[in-house]
């Protein structure tokens, strides 16, 4: 059921059920963090193996360790100089975990991770939780993205409801915010280590995060800690797709598709804009912008699947927004993994 009252969601989450949420960057299916029977609707909900961990949304970035409810330990200092310069926004830390940040929350690793999310209805929902229940506060909502698991996430909320409307309970909300305005998952940061790493690319990027932290910023790949998220065929489309190196290298990949018995229209593109659709192919998305191909790219890859695309054919952005342009090879890389 569609609301537009931001308490009568807190309300909702507050009582246990759960509720589709707008964030920035992609819509979340909502529980409360501190509940493990919403914890196990919302893995249940999403067909999601119970060991992946879920990001737990605060609507106050202060993150004192020592205040009561808290939801992390210890907290170093680069890591509070994150949530100072990004939070409210599309940033997520790991953290050592507090008492209250339960196994069900954590996946059973003694890290949780948070973030405090800049979209005005979410933020709007997590202080409404807080006002209604004041001993309770800083409430929490676990919200993995509002997807079957191993879709791509929903940036809009016919999107969210295209997958779980059906698998909703009476009582369930689904809370509308418009279409996502970044478009893609929120950065991920391990800040349990002397120095930041990166577990998954977001628009907040390494460089914005050195600026930030004085620190040289590792990636994902030394390191042990466990990001479902990141399994190389996460975030697929039913469509095939695959990565051309560049703009040039498109025709090339449009006739080796046509050549291996793909009809032509039913090869998608998506490219910047001013790259050119080679012909008889169906243009899926052509972005002014890097941010203009994070915001419309899991959109295009819905539409291609409900308009009978069968191969899609993607090029990176070439951008100074080195964040955005990360995350968005990222995501392709993995929605182009075999399966
Ligand atoms: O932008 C976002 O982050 C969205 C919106 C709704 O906030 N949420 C999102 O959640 O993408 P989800 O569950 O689809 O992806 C969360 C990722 C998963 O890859 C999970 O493994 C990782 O965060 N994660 C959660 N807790 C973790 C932890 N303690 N340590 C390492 N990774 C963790
Ligand atoms: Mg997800």
């Known amino acids: 059921m569609i609301t537009a ?43 999601r193996p119970s060991s992946h961990p879920v990001i737990v949304h605060v609507a106050d970035p202060d993150l004192d ?18 949530a100072q310069a990004c939070w409210p926004g599309p940033l997520t830390l790991v953290l050592p975990r507090s008492d209250r940040a339960s196994d069900a929350v954590t ?38 993205s509002a997807n079957v698991f191993g879709h791509v996430s929903p940036t809009a909320l016919d999107h969210a409801r295209a997958d779980l409307a059906d698998r909703l309970a009476p009582g369930d909300l689904a809370l509308d915010g418009g279409p996502c305005e970044v478009g893609v998952e929120s950065t991920i940061v391990d800040c349990t280590g002397a120095q930041p790493r990166i577990l998954r690319p977001g628009r907040i990027g390494a460089a914005d995060i050195e600026r930030v932290t004085g620190m040289a910023v590792l990636d994902a790949s030394s390191s042990g800690i466990r990001v479902p998220g990141a399994m190389p065929s996460h975030y697929s489309p039913a469509a095939s797709i695959a990565l051309a190196p560049d703009p040039a290298a498109l025709e090339a990949y449009v006739d080796a598709a046509i050549v291996g018995g793909t009809q032509a229209d039913a090869i998608g593109i998506i490219a910047m ?4 659709t080679p012909e008889g192919a169906t243009r899926l998305l052509a972005p002014a912008s890097a941010d203009d191909y994070a915001r419309g790219l899991y959109d295009a890859l819905r539409r291609a699947d409900a308009t009978g695309i069968a191969f899609i054919v993607a090029v990176a952005p070439v951008s100074d927004a080195a964040g955005v342009s990360e995350a968005i090879t990222d995501r392709l890389r993995r929605a182009s993994a075999p399966r």
């Open 5 to 47: 009252d931001s308490r009568a969601a807190a309300t909702a989450l507050l009582e246990g059920a759960l509720v589709i949420i707008p964030t920035e960057t992609v819509y979340g299916l909502a529980g409360r963090a501190d509940d493990p029977d919403a914890i196990a609707r919302i893995y249940a909900v999403k067909g």
């Open 65 to 82: 360790a020592s205040r009561p409810g808290a939801w992390v330990s210890d907290v170093p200092d680069y890591a509070r100089a994150l």
């Open 107 to 144: 996946g059973g690793q003694d890290t949780v991770a948070i973030r405090v999310p800049a979209h005005p209805n979410a933020l709007a929902v997590l202080r409404a939780m807080d006002e209604l229940d004041p001993a309770g506060a800083p409430h929490g909502v676990a919200a993995p």
């Open 273 to 276: 804009e001013g790259v050119p």
